[in-house]
């Protein structure tokens, strides 16, 4: 998992410089963060310079994003809310994780990501379990195992 901090919009950053980054990272992997970078792919009203290099480096890699288009962080000064925090991961990891927000800010102006794990395996029905003593090869495993008249018991409970 990679917590990221994105400089300003106004900052560049090379697109070559992410790739790298992302052909470093061991696979499967989460890329979590404040990107600094709207897209209306993920819930904002406009799309920035930042939000189309966040949105290339997605779609080059074959990566996913967790988002669920919810609002991320509040703009004090605007009073706006935003999509600028970001869950990115591996395309193996995404039937297992369900993205959300918290509705408290607490005392910060990004509101925090939570990442649920959902078990995505089908709920087969579960059967007692039943030992068909018949078919047992009784001779083979008294031959394979050192068994005593104190280990065997014929009661049965």
Not at 4 to 20: F, G
Not at 45 to 61: A, S
Not at 101 to 124: A, E, G, R
């Amino acid at each position: 998992m990679l917590l990221v901090s994105s400089p300003s919009p106004r900052v560049h950053i090379e697109q070559r410089h992410l790739d790298e980054l992302i052909r470093q990272l061991p696979s499967p992997f989460f890329l979590l963060g404040d990107f600094n970078g709207h897209n209306t792919l993920w819930g904002s009203t406009d799309t920035n310079p930042r939000g189309c290099q966040i949105e290339t480096l997605v779609e080059d890699h074959g990566l996913r994003l967790l988002n669920d288009n919810s609002y991320t962080h509040f703009h004090q000064a605007s009073q706006t809310f935003h999509t600028v925090d970001l869950a990115i991961c591996s395309p193996s990891l995404v039937p297992y994780w369900k993205f959300s927000t918290s509705t408290n800010l607490f005392n910060s102006d990004h509101f925090p990501i939570v990442l649920t794990y959902v078990k995505n395996d089908f709920p087969f029905p579960k059967r007692p379990v039943k030992y068909i003593f018949g078919k047992a090869d009784w001779p083979l495993l008294e031959s394979l195992c050192q068994l005593t008249p104190n280990m065997v018991s014929t009661k049965i409970q």
